[in-house]
């Protein structure tokens, strides 16, 4: 047998895996598409208010009487939603202080203008700056430049109907990457530290060797041979050692991330924080506004459930099929909305619970938890749990963090003690940080250290958890220790 999913399902789950301002643009979407929803946070104007409720001032229009069946489907109990429809609203959260909600976002200008704006000083013919306004938009969000010279050089004939040849290319982008940052718009990580020493003043110790390094050994140099490097470039240790220093406190990726800095916001979807010994859970609804049902489209709807109870016709089948097609859908969507509210509440709630450890005094008291975890205690699917988790944020007293930080397998200690993993990959930080760098540990080792401190734990696990903290492997931990 198949289990079927019904739209409104699947619309819920859709939602449900959208972060707030993913989530704000799909609520635009819906307000463009369907004439039935709108914003608003009261339907009934107070002069139209009486002390029945909406609920009650339906029922009085749509009657107890069953509707007519000439046509293809039963008005009232589209209309009858047993929920207080004329009112009929996503619920958003506000919060007690509506300043901090409403608190822009700094304005910043975008690495793009900020190049733009050196060019301005550069004094360029208007060749040049077709060339240049091509370079700089076609940079990758890390700063690279990777489209090769000879598509530039076409999308400049192409657009501007001049002639280049890429040598003309190269001579923009030289000059581009010596704009600041330093290094940006180069093509490998080579050129890019190359520009770089080359901006550098001669006399600062190492540049020069490092320059004939990176243009002469870069194989070995990326290897870090560096008996075979001395050799090659027939220098001392010493040398050696000033050189690479030097490197390592260049910029790998200048303008990484500034290209697109609008989009690199973080919003959470969450805040928590603690009052009086209690945590109070906030969704964040950032600028999603509330949802209701048309004012002027429900009293089209509750002309055709009176007339229809008269034997009267309001409007011809297309015009009917339309207003029960879009009551339908506006009536799903605020649905949705809402049990994805509910839903992420309650995730969100069963979290704070199980990290309450966290929540009151930050980082270093996580404990072992899993997606199933949260899962059985309230009773909603794993997957359920996995659309609200992922790409998902919380703004806590302690900073902002994804909430997969909270989400980690348990490991046992000799004693029996149950840990995160993130603390034993902490302790792993820790003896790394702290080894020989001209003998550095091999994952077997640091295994070997880890059961001295009562941590049964395989090498292939010290790997991946070495791996996941970004630490290269031992090879590439090797400093130049002179004697």
């Not at 509707?67 to 009858?80: C, H, I, N, R, V």
């Not at 030097?246 to 910029?251: D, F, K, S, W």
């Not at 055709?304 to 089948?317: E, I, L, P, Q, R």
């Not at 880890?450 to 090797?478: C, S």
Request: hydrophobic share 35%; glycine share 4%.
């Amino acid at each position: 047998m198949q289990q079927r999913l019904s739209p409104q399902q699947i619309q819920y789950i859709k939602l449900l895996q959208l972060p707030t301002l993913a989530l704000e643009q799909r609520i635009k979407q819906e307000l463009e598409a369907n004439p039935l929803l709108e914003e608003g946070e009261d339907l009934l104007d107070e002069d139209t208010m009486d002390e029945q409720s909406e609920e009650d001032q339906f029922d009085d229009v749509l009657g107890e009487e069953e509707a007519s069946t000439e046509d293809d489907y039963d008005w009232e109990e589209l209309m009858d939603t047993g929920d207080d429809l004329y009112g009929y609203k996503a619920a958003v959260d506000h919060s007690a202080e509506e300043d901090q909600r409403e608190t822009p976002l700094v304005s910043i200008s975008s690495m793009t203008e900020s190049l733009r704006d050196q060019m301005s000083f550069m004094d360029l013919s208007e060749q040049e700056e077709f060339i240049a306004e091509q370079i700089i938009g076609s940079i990758d969000e890390d700063g690279y430049l990777r489209r090769p010279l000879e598509s530039i050089v076409d999308d400049v004939a192409f657009n501007q109907g001049i002639m280049l040849s890429e040598q003309d290319v190269e001579d923009m982008l030289h000059r581009i990457q010596r704009l600041e940052p330093i290094g940006v718009a180069s093509r490998d990580l080579r050129e890019c530290l190359l520009v770089q020493l080359d901006m550098l003043p001669e006399e600062i110790n190492g540049r020069d060797v490092a320059i004939e390094m990176l243009t002469h050994a870069y194989k070995a140099f990326t290897m870090k041979h560096f008996d075979q490097i001395m050799r090659r470039l027939d220098i001392e240790g010493h040398e050696l050692k000033d050189a690479f220093e030097l490197i390592q406190r260049l910029n790998p990726k200048p303008g990484e991330g500034e290209f697109t800095a609008s989009e690199n916001y973080i919003t959470p979807d969450f805040t928590v924080r603690s009052e009086e010994d209690e945590f109070i859970i906030t969704l964040n609804s950032g600028n999603a506004p509330e949802l209701r049902v048309s004012k002027h489209y429900q009293q089209m709807l509750e002309q055709v459930v009176a007339d229809k109870k008269k034997g009267k016709k309001s409007y011809d089948s297309e015009t009917q099929h339309f207003l029960k097609s879009k009551f339908e859908t506006a009536r799903g969507f605020i649905n949705s909305i809402n049990q994805r509210r509910q839903t992420m509440l309650s995730v969100m709630n069963e979290i704070v619970n199980q990290q309450e450890d966290f929540f009151r005094s930050g980082e270093g008291n996580l404990k072992p938890m899993i997606l199933k975890d949260i899962a059985e205690i309230i009773k909603m699917d794993i997957s359920t749990i996995s659309r609200v988790v992922n790409g998902k944020y919380v703004q806590t007293e302690f900073g902002v963090y994804e909430l997969k930080h909270f989400f980690s397998e348990g490991l046992s200690t000799d004693s029996g003690e149950d840990v995160s993993n993130k603390e034993v990959k902490a302790i792993i930080d820790g003896i790394i940080s702290e080894e020989d760098k001209n003998k550095p540990l091999s994952d077997q080792r640091i295994a070997k250290l880890l059961e001295d401190k009562g941590f049964q734990i395989a090498r292939r696990t010290v790997t991946k958890y070495r791996e996941q903290l970004g630490i290269p492997v031992a090879r590439m931990r090797k400093e130049i220790v002179l004697s």
